[in-house]
């Protein structure tokens, strides 16, 4: 297994407030590159040679020992409903919808199926099926996890979005006094729009404030992993190959900034 496999693995275990995950991961990789509404497709890379007759199985121990388990398995769709996909030569028989099965200390705790359906101009929605049991129940809310993949940027305007929720709460100081770590000539962040797209700008000095990404020495990635970690507490953010776009003059000052957020 590679290590970003195993940061997936660990995602998926800790993501289940997003049910879409499962579906996101293949997306991301660039495996997928127009739309398709066969669940079997989309998530057949996920099991190991595509061996989708088996069941995917991630298992972890917490430091007070307890087990938490998720089972992910393609099963035969058993409710009829509308699959838009055009004959194909060797297409399947069948359709087959995801299943994932969250148990917590040896309990089944969670248990949904999900499917995908069209949606307007052509795109994909994602349909949950709870399990019946569970619909009379309180189901407990997961603490955020985010994958922060090293292909992948973080939009800017995503991190324009988190970043405006801690100013909204007067908490951008703690954000600016993180990045001095980094760059000491910071005064300030600021959100501007720039060609209809949001993006976070810093003042350095300067005439004129200039987009983080624009600063130098990986800033933009460093701000996209502070975001995440402060708008994530009690989560778990999962950074891979965290060196990507980042000198390595400046890593140790990279990992003094991560523990500051930490905290």
Not at 143 to 159: A, C, G, K, N
Request: aromatic share 8%; proline share 4%.
């Amino acid at each position: 297994m590679g290590k970003t496999a195993l940061l997936e693995a660990i995602f998926l275990l800790k993501s289940l407030n997003a049910y879409e995950i499962p579906f996101q991961l293949n997306f991301d990789r660039g495996i997928f590159q127009q739309q398709t509404f066969d669940v079997e497709e989309v998530c057949e890379w996920l099991f190991y040679n595509k061996q989708v007759s088996k069941a995917i199985k991630i298992k972890i121990v917490d430091e007070n020992d307890e087990e938490s388990e998720l089972i992910l398995s393609l099963n035969k769709a058993l409710s009829p409903r509308l699959f838009p996909l055009s004959p194909k030569p060797n297409s399947r028989k069948t359709i087959k919808n995801l299943k994932l099965e969250f148990k917590k200390a040896g309990q089944k705790f969670l248990e949904f199926t999900t499917f995908l359906t069209p949606e307007k101009e052509e795109r994909m929605r994602i349909e949950i099926q709870q399990d019946k049991e569970q619909e009379a129940r309180e189901i407990e809310v997961f603490p955020t996890s985010v994958f922060l993949r090293s292909r992948l940027r973080v939009s800017p305007t995503e991190d324009a979005e988190i970043f405006s929720q801690f100013e909204a709460i007067n908490k951008q100081n703690e954000i600016i006094e993180i990045l001095k770590i980094i760059e000491p000539r910071l005064k300030r962040l600021a959100v501007l729009v720039t060609g209809g797209i949001p993006m976070i700008h810093g003042d350095i000095g300067g005439d004129y404030l200039i987009p983080v990404s624009l600063m130098g020495e990986g800033m933009g990635r460093l701000l996209s992993i502070i975001l995440s970690i402060m708008n994530a507490k009690e989560g778990t953010v999962l950074i891979d190959e965290i060196e990507n776009g980042i000198h390595h003059s400046v890593m140790e000052k990279v990992w003094q900034s991560i523990a500051v957020a930490t905290r």
